[in-house]
């Protein structure tokens, strides 16, 4: 048996030399001096082995590259592993654009309100992208009704909600879509169905700062490449109690495809005042996809040190 097991050679994973060591081995028995290794019977029985062999060591290989970082190809494993490092992949970012805009208000105001979410939109290679404004905008008679900053970002905006059930087990609030702006999401949290009191929480950015009652929610990118949202635990941040309601709003994008834009369409009325002009005074600029792998890979790291 010991003289058998000389033979043995373990750091061969090509299947040519799988097979040949296996015929050595074999060869080494006694009970098989005198068979033909290259008949057809055994021959396919060793080759067989040799695949299974072969087969396995692929497999083991590959699970122990999805364990290191350096040597991860699968996103989710680098994520996991950059997770490890206190690392969250940067999502799809929405481009932006900034518009000049004049109303002509129908009576004399003494202001009129751009509101959030007033949609233009801009068509690219005969597709149609969303844009819309991410917050107020109030031009005043005195400057003419007239602003040169509206900021409009590309998007759609949506709302989800979440029911806070501490008898389900390990729940889960994961946005149901892989293309949201993280930096679009504000998440405010409805103390019951029966009392709509609103409290808003902000992305915790700085563990250091993180008190108790520290108002904070924390983002991860989950094994699915959505996004899930966590909350504190009345350590690191509040915790949420039964029948809150979590509304996360956000923006679904389209990353780095709508840069360039430069002639939008605005809706049939601006701030209930369907006499205006837009100019475009910036195109859009600034959009881009999710990080990739290769840039998680390089830094992961760097941000950990």
């Known amino acids: 048996m010991a003289k058998a097991n000389s033979a043995i050679r373990v750091t061969d994973l090509n299947f040519n030399s799988i097979k040949s060591n296996l015929k050595t081995f074999l060869r080494g028995k006694p009970q098989f001096t005198d068979y033909d290794f290259e008949g057809s019977g055994l021959s396919n029985l060793i080759d067989l082995l040799a695949y299974n062999t072969y087969y396995n060591s692929v497999y083991v290989n590959m699970v122990g590259n999805e364990m290191f970082l350096d040597s991860a190809q699968v996103r989710n494993n680098v994520v996991a592993r950059a997770k490890m490092l206190g690392y969250t992949p940067t999502s799809a970012r929405g481009s932006s654009a900034t518009l000049n805009l004049t109303v002509t208000p129908s009576t004399n105001l003494v202001s009129v309100t751009v509101q959030s979410n007033t949609l233009f939109s801009s068509t690219i290679d005969g597709i149609q992208y969303k844009f819309t404004t991410p917050e107020t905008y109030v031009l005043l008679q005195s400057t003419g009704y007239t602003s040169n900053t509206i900021v409009i970002k590309e998007g759609e905006p949506l709302t989800q909600k979440f029911t806070v ?29 029966a009392n709509t009191t609103l409290r ?52 679904v994008v389209n990353g780095s495809v709508t840069n360039g834009a430069n002639n939008f369409v605005a809706p049939s009325s601006i701030g209930g005042q369907a006499s205006f002009t837009v100019s475009v005074a910036n195109s859009a600029s600034g959009g881009a996809n999710a990080e990739s792998i290769t840039s998680i890979k390089f830094n992961a790291p760097k941000s950990f040190q």
């Open 165 to 193: 059930d501490s008898t389900v087990s390990n729940q889960r609030f994961i946005l149901g879509n892989p293309d949201i702006d993280t930096t679009s999401i504000k998440v405010k949290i409805q103390t019951s169905t």
């Open 200 to 251: 808003t929480f902000v992305e915790a950015t700085n563990i250091v700062d993180v008190q108790a009652n520290s108002q904070v929610y924390f983002i991860q990118e989950n094994e699915e490449g959505k996004y899930e949202l966590l909350f504190g635990d009345g350590v690191l941040g509040k915790t949420l109690d039964d029948d809150n309601i979590i509304i996360a709003d956000y923006r």
